[in-house]
């Protein structure tokens, strides 16, 4: 998550006993025979399991944990690939009996938890947020809800810490596993049998090209279709879509028929430098630290090295232990369990878990998935007095199918506040009320004959005041747009590369630039979620990063920037602060029972504030607008207008309603500043631009006129 990664899965790794009574063939060499479990395999999982938990726990130390997605890929590709690969050899193999298989080990945990989290969600979320939950409840029981969060992961989507289900991606990119690899196999070992290790690694190959292709956003097959707009964040299409995961399944595969070493102290060797390298990724990794190939390869590797050691005793200690052993067992259980309770817990509080919390979610976790294990898991696939997978399947289709499309409108009727939850939860209703006009990169609005024109710059904390703009000054001014999503506007700096986020950005900041130079503006509107921009800036010459996490650093060097970017302009420049954080939820979530409502700090915006006022004596021409004074006039800051109205439409966002309330203050400052350059102008002719003189430059957008 990137903030974050997401979640992974450990569907298949938790299930490598063999489910099939077929002789060993030649492929499988001892004494890694069909039937043995092997328990370092546990253990591995146990590790990975371990980190990703940490991981998502925010354990200091633990940053790189997302990478026990790549150990279980790896592991899982081995495992399936081992059974299905001796079936076949064997003249055996059914796929009917192969789903019937997986369906048995996966489905009934799964299940629970996606019926557990229905409660969770119908009891503790608001209605906007009981949607995307429906949403995502319907992706991820036809299996392609790793599809579903790849095209959701843009700016304006929901914290990743906000989807309970996100976790279910990976199960989904193994399933379409499943529906590929016992295929595939069945006609490489037709065509390759006594050489499969060539095709496999191939395959491996290949998949791992495509990372390295599509890993930075562009794809030069794509570039002239409409499909490189899906491409262009390149961390998340290669993060969650199966072809690019298809190498680490294959990494796992190959492994199948790679002859093993015949020295105890390789395998010694191998285990402990394999131990090293999944550690070290675990300690060291972060979700920027490298691009995403590498960041899947080095784990894989180490997994590998693992997987193919399984004669090593004193290594191999660390994975054969109890403890360690049954943490594996128990592993897709307490995967599944625990990132919807961090997610429910920590929505509950409308804070992150502090220290003491963790440790007590965490052993929480660790105690659902001891009871999923032993009272779902196990008899489920154990007894056959339970309904068959296939009628399992069925029913769990057609349940949640009805849970998610009656969750679908958000039930409003839950919420305290039912005007605010009804315009919240309604997907066409929440377009009708948002303050943004919808124009993407740039655009022209209001008054296009206006021979005052009025540039607006910045990322989304400026998009969402263009409707009430256009109401309010729209007859008045012809505004100049350019805006993107987590876009920062400065002379050296501007934001870290970040796929679309980044393309759209570099666009909006070189048209800002052409108006600039063109000439012909009044004045200049300038608006940022200031604090938003603590750790991802860089340098614009040779990309270097800023981390400024202490504000009262790094706002001084912001402003000092934007003055540079501007230092050619005459005219008035309006800073306009962020909009404040609001605990929205608290008033749209059910009041089942009594929760917490924690009050949004406003130390951000004093930190801003004290560092504009020694900004403003050196740079006379910069304005302020700050919006907490208006939104926040007593100790709490509104969510909801006198007639129920939500003011914005997430936590930091404004809705039109919102937007309403500050314009006018913007507008007013505007026309204040240019009554003062016009008077001057009558004595001085040394500002105002002849509207006859002004540029004609093409004006372009998604948004066309507006009135």
């Known amino acids: 998550m990137r903030s974050g990664q997401a979640p992974f ?14 002789r060993p063939s030649a492929a499988f060499a001892a004494p890694d025979k069909l039937g043995v479990h ?37 592991v899982s590709g081995f495992l399936i690939t081992r059974i299905v690969a001796a079936d076949i050899e064997a003249g055996h193999f059914s796929l009917a009996q192969f789903y019937s298989r997986r369906a048995r080990r996966l489905l009934p945990a799964f299940f629970t938890t996606l019926l557990l989290s229905c409660v969770a969600a119908f009891l503790l979320f608001a209605p906007q947020h009981l949607e995307s939950f429906a949403e995502s409840l319907a992706a991820a029981t036809f299996g392609v809800s790793n ?7 843009g700016y ?62 562009s794809f030069w097959l794509f570039s002239r279709t409409r499909a490189a707009d899906w491409i262009t964040d390149g961390r998340a299409t290669v993060f969650y879509n199966t072809p690019f995961r298809v190498f680490e399944f294959a990494f796992g595969a190959a492994l199948v028929w790679l002859p093993k070493p015949r020295s105890v102290i390789v395998h010694e060797l191998l285990a402990l430098v394999g131990l090293a390298v999944v550690g070290s990724t ?52 307490l995967y599944l369990v625990h990132w919807p309770l961090i997610v429910f817990c920590e929505y509950g509080l409308l804070r992150a878990l502090l220290p003491s919390e963790a440790v007590l979610v965490g052993l929480l976790s660790l105690v659902l998935a001891i009871l999923m294990y032993h009272v779902v898991e196990q008899p489920y696939r154990i007894s056959r007095r339970f309904v068959t997978p296939s009628r399992l399947a069925l029913v769990g289709l057609l349940a949640f199918s009805l849970i998610s ?44 004959e206006s021979p005052t024109k009025i540039l607006i710059v910045g990322d989304s904390h400026v998009d969402h005041y263009t409707r009430a703009l256009e109401e309010i000054g729209g007859t008045e001014f012809h505004f100049l747009l350019a805006q993107a ?13 970040r796929g679309a986020v980044t393309q759209h950005c570099r666009i909006a900041m070189d048209q800002a630039a052409r108006w600039l130079k063109a000439g012909g503006i009044a004045a200049i509107i300038h608006a940022q979620r200031w604090p938003g921009y603590r750790n991802i800036l860089e340098r614009k010459a040779g990309g270097a990063p800023i981390y400024m996490p202490n504000l009262t650093k790094l706002f001084p060097v912001m402003l000092d920037d934007i003055a540079k970017l501007y230092a050619g302009f005459r005219g008035p420049v309006i800073l306009i602060g962020h909009a404040p954080n609001t605990n929205l939820i608290c008033d749209l ?6 929760l917490p409502c924690p009050t949004a700090s406003k130390a951000e915006h004093a930190a801003f504030k004290s560092a504009f006022t020694t900004f403003a004596t050196r740079h006379s021409t910069f304005q302020f607008v700050d919006p907490l004074e208006i939104i926040c006039p007593a100790m709490q800051c509104r969510a909801t207008d006198l007639g129920g109205h939500a003011l914005y439409v997430d936590e930091h966002h404004f809705s039109i309603f919102g937007a309403r309330l500050i314009v006018p203050k913007i507008v007013e400052r505007l026309e204040d500043d240019l009554s003062i350059l016009r008077q001057q102008a009558v004595s001085d002719q040394s500002y105002l631009p002849d509207p006859n003189e002004m540029d004609g430059e093409t004006k372009r957008g998604s948004l066309e006129t507006k009135r």
């Open 147 to 153: 599809i579903f969060f790849w095209h959701k992961s």
């Open 38 to 74: 092997r328990t370092d395999i546990d253990g591995l999982r146990a590790i990975a399991v371990l980190a990703v938990l940490f991981f998502h726990l925010r354990v200091s130390g633990f940053a790189g944990g997302f990478v026990g997605v790549d150990v279980f890929f790896v």
């Open 405 to 448: 499309y009656s969750m679908w409108s958000g039930l409003p009727w839950r919420s305290p506040s039912a005007v605010a939850g009804a315009e919240l939860a309604d997907r066409a209703t929440l377009e009708s009320i948002t303050g943004s006009l919808g124009c993407e990169d740039f655009c022209e609005f209001g008054n296009l």
């Open 9 to 22: 899965s450990i569907a298949t790794a938790a299930t490598w006993r063999v489910e099939t009574s077929s």
């Open 589 to 594: 979530r059910p009041a089942f029972f009594p």
């Open 485 to 497: 999503g987590s876009c920062y506007f400065g002379a050296d700096l501007q934001s870290q590369s």
């Open 156 to 217: 304006f989507d929901l914290a990743a810490r906000m989807k309970p289900l996100l976790h279910t991606w990976s199960l989904s990119v193994e399933w379409q596993f499943y529906l590929i690899w016992p295929l595939l196999l069945s006609a490489l070992l037709a065509l390759f049998p006594r050489r499969m290790i060539w095709p496999v690694l191939a395959i491996a190959a290949f998949s791992f090209f495509l990372i390295l292709a599509f890993q930075d956003g």
């Open 282 to 333: 675990v300690l060291f990794l972060n979700g920027t630290s490298h691009v995403p190939a590498m960041n899947m390869l080095v784990p894989a590797i180490g997994a590998a090295m693992v997987l193919h050691a399984d004669r090593s005793r004193w290594a191999g200690f660390a994975l054969r232990n109890r403890p360690a052993v049954y943490l594996g067992r128990i592993s897709y259980s």
